[in-house]
């Protein structure tokens, strides 16, 4: 979990993503500033590797992870990818290295994508 300080720095008064949001790995914008809102709720996310990995879901490797940005339209994204379905859950990727997961979406809900804090870079 981010430290309370460094979350104010992430987050405006309003609760949006100060600064953009990008991929660990090649540092490919995921989201621009101001786009997605900073949302506490528990989901796992298995460990991070290449999609075709994530897909099969037979590693149950991962982490609970807590802070995410939340993005209520897919379309808001500059650039993530989708694996294949495992269960009723997405988990999404970088679309440019494809390395993941970074975030999670339940089919259930079509309007809420998360990305984990802890699986991005800010800037």
Sequence with gaps: MEPAGH???????EGRNRKAVLCQRCGSRVLQPGT?????????LPSMRKK?????????????L?????VNDMFT??????TKDVGNVKFLVCADCEIGPIGWHCLDDKNSFYVALE????E
């Design 7 to 13: 979350l104010n720095k992430l987050v405006s008064a």
């Design 36 to 44: 997605a809102l900073f949302s506490r709720r528990q989901l796992f």
């Design 52 to 64: 075709p990995a994530l897909a099969d879901g037979s590693n149950p490797d991962g982490d609970l």
């Design 66 to 70: 807590q802070d995410h940005w939340l």
């Design 77 to 82: 994204f500059e650039n993530v990818g989708f």
């Design 119 to 122: 699986r991005v870079s800010h």
